[in-house]
């Protein structure tokens, strides 16, 4: 890559493009401490924690043993392509 020596750049006063563009603090400060939760977000309970979520996980593991769990393949397989697809596979 080669740098042209004749090219010049004027200097930008910071100052006043600040005192334009900025904000007053109450505003930015108040946007900043919103915090909101999906629904999926809120249905979750305090109580649903790794003892629930691994008691469901033991649920399912002995039905697939027993062969009882039913499973949509179909459903199986859209989800294994839109895994690959958000990957950056290509699907054909």
Known sequence: MRIDPRVTVTPVDTKKSDAKTSKP???????????????????????????????????IRTMLQKGTYPVDLDLLAARIVDDETMRGGKVS
């Not at 900043?32 to 939760?37: E, K």
């Open 25 to 59: 603090a109450s505003a930015t400060n108040s946007d900043a401490s919103v915090v909101v939760l999906s629904s999926a977000a809120s249905a979750i309970s305090p109580a649903e924690t790794s003892e629930t979520i691994a008691a469901r996980l033991d649920k």
